[in-house]
């Protein structure tokens, strides 16, 4: 496993809800293993965006897809800068606001957007080699052979907290957002959240971000048994 993350090529599923940790700690492994970095769920986002600025509601599944099936849907795998660009125009600070938050979850439910999703997620892993992909249904669905599969959680409170300070919004309605979109992105039929068998479980609760990337380079490097 070593002379693989060392040279060769790398794929690293990292799954868990809202709150967790993801971003941060899929970025710094991605650039600490010289590999690239997938948001899947900036992917959804800006599908959702795009919805929201044609007009369309976030439920109806038909017209979604089909704004789906018409964009020109970039994101950039650098981890030291991401970026996401719908039709040319870079989206990567609306895609974070409260009226695409609200509507996400809506719009991932809709099988026919997943499916195209996945297939580009798909190419995007198979070109890059090496690469840190993070989500929601990462280790079951898009990458179920990645050499590590990793969910990461926390506790509801801690997610919240942390959440609420990244946004400079309300505690309680972070947390109850929070709860709203864990319950919908659980339940959906397609492609729910769930945490693969042979994942990792590795709870961030009472961990910093170099302890988590720490833990998860040795289980790379099969110091810890994973």
Same mark, same amino acid.
């Given at each position: 496993?070593?002379?693989?993350?060392?040279?060769?090529?790398?794929?690293?599923?990292?799954?868990?809800?809202?709150?967790?940790?993801?971003?941060?700690?899929?970025?710094?492994?991605?650039?600490?293993?010289?590999?690239?970095?997938?948001?899947?769920?900036?992917?959804?986002?800006?599908?959702?965006?795009?919805?929201?600025?044609?007009?369309?509601?976030?439920?109806?599944?038909?017209?979604?897809?089909?704004?789906?099936?018409?964009?020109?849907?970039?994101?950039?795998?650098?981890?030291?800068?991401?970026?996401?660009?719908?039709?040319?125009?870079?989206?990567?600070?609306?895609?974070?606001?409260?009226?695409?938050? *609200?509507?996400?979850?809506?719009?991932?439910?809709?099988?026919?957007?997943?499916?195209?999703?996945?297939?580009?997620?798909?190419?995007?892993?198979? *070109?890059?080699?090496?690469?840190?992909?993070?989500?929601?249904?990462?280790?079951?669905?898009?990458?179920?052979?990645?050499? +590590?599969?990793?969910?990461?959680?926390?506790?509801?409170?801690?997610?919240?907290?942390?959440?609420?300070?990244?946004?400079?919004?309300? +505690?309680?309605?972070?947390?109850?957002?929070?709860?709203?979109?864990?319950?919908?992105?659980?339940?959906?039929?397609?492609?729910?959240?769930?945490?693969?068998?042979?994942?990792?479980?590795?709870?961030?609760?009472?961990?910093?971000?170099?302890?988590?990337?720490?833990?998860?380079?040795?289980?790379?490097?099969?110091?810890?048994?994973?």
């Amino acid at each position: 496993m070593s002379q693989m993350v060392g040279s060769g090529r790398c794929v690293v599923a990292v799954d868990g809800p809202s709150g967790s940790g993801k971003s941060t700690v899929s970025r710094r492994l991605a650039a600490a293993l010289g590999a690239q970095y997938l948001d899947t769920g900036a992917m959804y986002r800006a599908v959702t965006w795009a919805a929201l600025v044609s007009g369309i509601d976030p439920r109806d599944a038909e017209a979604v897809a089909k704004v789906a099936g018409e964009i020109d849907l970039e994101i950039g795998t650098d981890p030291d800068a991401p970026h996401t660009r719908v039709d040319g125009t870079p989206v990567d600070r609306p895609i974070r606001g409260p009226e695409v938050t *609200a509507a996400v979850s809506a719009v991932a439910a809709v099988p026919w957007v997943r499916q195209l999703l996945v297939a580009q997620q798909r190419k995007i892993i198979a *070109a890059a080699g090496r690469i840190v992909v993070e989500g929601r249904d990462i280790g079951m669905v898009v990458a179920p052979d990645a050499d +590590l599969k990793v969910y990461l959680t926390a506790s509801a409170d801690a997610r919240a907290r942390r959440r609420s300070a990244e946004n400079a919004a309300d +505690l309680s309605a972070t947390a109850a957002d929070l709860d709203r979109r864990d319950r919908l992105d659980s339940t959906r039929a397609a492609d729910p959240l769930q945490q693969a068998a042979d994942a990792v479980v590795l709870d961030t609760t009472e961990l910093g971000i170099d302890e988590v990337v720490a833990r998860l380079r040795a289980m790379l490097d099969g110091r810890v048994s994973a």
